[in-house]
């Protein structure tokens, strides 16, 4: 049963060679084939992976969408597009949403970067859902448990109250220099993109002390996207 990995899309020359390295790394942990398809601006469509698949011999595939809320991608884009197939049996399972896996991940890419004393600002794309906006709130408080030293959330667009992309991140810079703290910004984002570029685009000088930038999450993903695999192939086996 193939694995899709279903990302949003971009327009940016980094996304889909890093997408490509997600994949690889799928791809070494997975028995099945692992291919890579886009809701939109770029190429291969979700339809076109499963008329490939479909011809080389495929009856049954799975679709994990790389999405972190239940906002308009996840609940119109992902159901019509999956409605629209008729190459194969094809599954399509929950996003990756912000539990455990998630959190682990973030956590994993402030360590990395994290030198001393730090505030976190979490910046996620933001939406026009406020429930999104506040799931994402709601995470940032999860993160701020394990997590030394104040864990707030920001938006790079969306209708969430307060400053969005480098305002945010400045904001946030702001009140961790008035607490003695440096500034880790995380992204909630699977991949490089031209959202993420405008938020690191920050003037370091009137944000000092320094401002450091995590990483996506990209390859962090990987044993989440499994379990997304797993239950869903385990789901049809029982049926």
Not at 68 to 95: E, K, M, N, S
Not at 128 to 143: G, K, L, T, W, Y
Request: glycine share 6%.
């Amino acid at each position: 049963m193939a694995l899709i990995l279903l990302a949003h899309g971009s327009r940016h020359r980094d996304t889909a060679p890093a997408l490509e390295k997600v994949r690889r790394q799928v791809a070494s942990v997975c028995p099945e084939p692992v291919r890579l398809a886009w809701l939109n601006l770029a190429q291969p469509s979700l339809e076109r992976v499963c008329a490939e698949l479909a011809q080389a011999g495929h009856t049954r595939a799975v679709a994990v969408p790389l999405l972190f809320t239940d906002a308009f991608h996840a609940r119109i884009d992902v159901p019509h597009q999956a409605g629209t197939i008729g190459h194969l049996d094809l599954t399509t399972t929950a996003g990756l949403g912000l539990g455990e896996g998630v959190r682990q991940a973030l956590i994993t890419r402030i360590h990395q970067v994290q030198r001393t004393s730090s505030d976190v600002l979490i910046m996620a794309v933001g939406s026009s859902d406020p429930a999104a906006n506040q799931d994402v709130i709601d995470f940032a408080a999860r993160v701020q448990q394990t997590v030394p030293g104040k864990v707030t959330a920001g938006f790079v667009v969306g209708t969430a109250p307060g400053p969005k992309g480098p305002a945010a991140v400045q904001a946030a810079a702001k009140t961790a220099r008035e607490r003695g703290r440096e500034l880790i910004v995380a992204p909630l984002f699977t991949l490089p993109g031209l959202l993420w570029d405008k938020v690191t685009t920050v003037d370091k000088v009137t944000t000092a002390p320094a401002v450091r930038y995590a990483q996506p999450l990209a390859e962090l993903l990987t044993p989440l996207i499994m379990s997304r695999w797993n239950s869903a192939q385990s789901a049809m086996c029982r049926c």
